[in-house]
């Protein structure tokens, strides 16, 4: 069982639009996924914009890999080192803590995923 920042069952990050490397809902990761798509995060036009700076265009469609572009409160599974990225640049798009798994510890603080956190959290 996959499990999130808490050490708790990983829950669903989105489905519309569908995420995470393996498109099952999910930000589960494991050595096949390179980029590791572990962090959930609600999208904001400031994120996008800034991920498209840095070579990653997350609000254009692009078909041939079933991907429908992403626009403003959409959730999404995204590489923890582009989240870690865009905090370090006042950048960070907030996190489902709940959704985000465990793995983005290794790249993360917890302290720093929290400080980002959706406010509807339980913990």
């Not at 996959?2 to 829950?11: D, H, T």
């Not at 370090?88 to 803590?97: D, H, N, R, Y």
Request: aromatic residues 8%; negative net charge.
């Amino acid at each position: 069982m996959s499990k999130n920042v808490f050490g708790e069952k990983l829950e669903e990050c989105s489905t519309e639009p569908m995420t995470g490397y393996y498109r099952d809902g999910c930000c589960n990761t494991d050595e096949k996924d390179a980029g590791r798509h572990s962090v959930c995060a609600i999208m904001t036009e400031e994120f996008l914009e800034f991920s498209k700076s840095r070579g990653n265009d997350l609000s254009t469609a692009r078909p041939e890999w079933a991907f429908p572009g992403l626009k403003p409160g959409d959730r999404w599974c995204l590489c923890v080192l582009r989240w870690k990225e865009a905090f370090v640049a006042g950048k960070a798009p907030q996190v489902v803590l709940e959704s985000t798994h465990e793995k983005a510890l290794e790249h993360v603080a917890l302290q720093d995923l929290i400080s980002k956190a959706y406010k509807t959290s339980a913990h």
